[in-house]
């Protein structure tokens, strides 16, 4: 059984965040692919499952998500490398698509979450480019990554989105 998580903060005041963009790859995913989050959450996180993977969103907040990802990981007898996690990145360019097998955290909160409950980073992420120098030297960093889109990135949203699906169905093969 293989885990794919996506990172992000639950509610809808963080919709279509930088710092969500983890919860925005899984919806483009599941909506492309014809899949159903199920209504209720469990172990912590929202989640939906096709042949042998499983797919969450975990509902604390970003940075704390390593629990839940360690009680599924427990749960299910997933093992490391077989855990996907998708998050942000605003020190690539907006739109960079980045897979690694396992890396450091740097400097990524809920990557250091999930170090930290996981005991290893030996598992893959995509990081995905959010930066916009020009808004984050405006807002600093905690207000950049809980800030929105601007409308000419949501236009080269399903674009980036349509790469990490691919990406996705490469981990899962």
């Known amino acids: 059984m293989k885990l794919v998580v996506g990172l992000g903060n639950p509610g809808n005041r963080y919709n279509f965040t930088r710092h969500n963009i ?4 899984l919806d483009y995913y599941f909506k492309r692919n014809k899949l159903e989050w199920r209504d209720k959450a469990f172990l912590g996180a929202m989640r939906g499952s096709v ?10 907040f970003y940075n704390e998500t390593g629990g ?3 009680s599924y990981m427990r749960h299910f007898n997933i093992p490391a490398s077989d855990i996907l996690v998708i998050c942000d990145n605003f020190d ?11 890396g450091s955290a740097g400097g990524n909160n809920g990557l250091k979450s999930l170090d930290a409950a996981l005991g290893t980073s030996e598992y893959a992420r995509i990081r995905i480019g959010t930066g916009n120098d020009e808004l984050r030297t405006k807002l600093g960093d905690i207000e950049f990554v809980l800030s929105r889109f601007t409308s000419q990135e949501k236009e080269q949203l399903p674009a980036i989105l349509q790469v ?6 490469d981990f899962i093969d």
């Open 22 to 25: 983890g919860f925005l790859a």
């Open 51 to 60: 042949d042998d993977v499983l797919f969450i969103k975990p509902q604390n």
């Open 68 to 70: 839940v990802v360690a």
């Open 92 to 102: 690539l360019g907006f739109g960079m698509v980045r897979y690694r097998t396992s």
């Open 164 to 169: 990490v699906t691919e990406k996705i169905d």
